[in-house]
T-cell receptor, first 113, second 111 residues
Framework: NAGVMQNPRHLVRRRGQEARLRCSPM?????VYWYRQLPEEGLKFMVY????????ESGMPKERFSAEFPKEGPSILRIQQVVRGDSAAYFC???????????FGPGTRLTVL | SQKIEQNSEALNIQEGKTATLTCNYT??????LQWYRQDPGRGPVFLLL???NEKEKRKERLKVTFDTTLKQSLFHITASQPADSATYLC??????????WGAGTKLIIKP
C-alpha cells in the first residue's frame, strides 16, 4: 500500500505565476488535509476536504488559494499569482476517518523568485 | 483562541536517559491529542494518539500522558538513542476534525 504521494517535490515559480500542488492520498482514505510549514515553525492548517467536498477551509487565504478533491484523481492545491510570501513547504495528509491519525506525504517545497 | 505551547528551545539528552517533552494548551478541551515525529525535509510521522478519558498510553519505548486538568501532555522516550533525534510535534483535535499543531520541540540525543 503506497503512502501519500505529493508532486512535484520541488516547485519554482516567478511572482505572478500559478502553482499547482498535487496530492494522492493513501488507498482507501477519503479525508485529505493541506498544511503549510515555514522553516523552524509548526504546521498551519489550510483546508480539509472529503471526496468532492470542502469541509473546512478556515486556514486558507480567501484570495488566490483554492483546493479541490475530485471524485477521480488527486487533490489539488492551487495558488494563483504567487508572491514571495507563498514560499514554504506544503504538506498533504490523509486519513481513513475524521478523528484518526493522519498520514503525511513528503511535501512540496515551493520557491517563489 | 486555542493555543498550544511546546518548548521552543532544543532539548539535549544523553543517550540512554529518558527524554521528556511537554505540550501545554489553553482555552480548549480537546477530545484527543496526537504526537508526531518530523525529520528535516520530511513530513511528520504519527507516533501516538491519546483520548481525553485515557491517562496514559505506551508504545515500545514511548509513553504519553494526558492531564486534562492541567491541560498538559507529556511525551517520554525511555532509553533514548541518537536515532531518536528529531523534532516532535503535538497536535490537538480542533473544530471540524482538523488538527491544531504546536511548533514542535527539537530533541537531540548525544552519544
Amino acid at each position: 500500500n503506497a503512502g501519500v504521494m505529493q508532486n512535484p517535490r520541488h516547485l519554482v515559480r516567478r511572482r505572478g505565476q500559478e502553482a499547482r500542488l498535487r496530492c494522492s492520498p493513501m488507498k482507501g482514505h477519503s479525508h485529505v488535509y493541506w498544511y503549510r510549514q515555514l522553516p523552524e515553525e509548526g504546521l498551519k492548517f489550510m483546508v480539509y476536504l472529503q471526496k468532492e467536498n470542502i469541509i473546512d477551509e478556515s486556514g486558507m487565504p480567501k484570495e488566490r488559494f483554492s483546493a479541490e478533491f475530485p471524485k477521480e484523481g488527486p487533490s489539488i492545491l492551487r495558488i494563483q499569482q504567487v508572491v514571495r510570501g507563498d514560499s514554504a513547504a506544503y504538506f498533504c495528509a490523509s486519513s481513513p476517518d475524521q478523528d484518526n491519525e493522519q498520514f503525511f506525504g513528503p511535501g512540496t517545497r515551493l520557491t517563489v523568485l | 483562541s486555542q493555543k498550544i505551547e511546546q518548548n521552543s528551545e532544543a532539548l539535549n539528552i544523553q543517550e540512554g536517559k529518558t527524554a521528556t517533552l511537554t505540550c501545554n494548551y489553553t482555552n480548549y478541551s480537546p477530545a484527543y491529542l496526537q504526537w508526531y515525529r518530523q525529520d528535516p525535509g520530511r513530513g511528520p510521522v504519527f507516533l501516538l494518539l491519546i483520548r481525553e478519558n485515557e491517562k496514559e498510553k505506551r508504545k515500545e519505548r514511548l509513553k504519553v500522558t494526558f492531564d486534562t486538568t492541567l491541560k498538559q501532555s507529556l511525551f517520554h522516550i525511555t532509553a533514548s538513542q541518537p536515532a531518536d533525534s528529531a523534532t516532535y510535534l503535538c497536535a490537538l483535535e480542533g473544530s471540524n476534525y482538523q488538527l491544531i499543531w504546536g511548533a514542535g520541540t527539537k530533541l537531540i540525543i548525544k552519544p
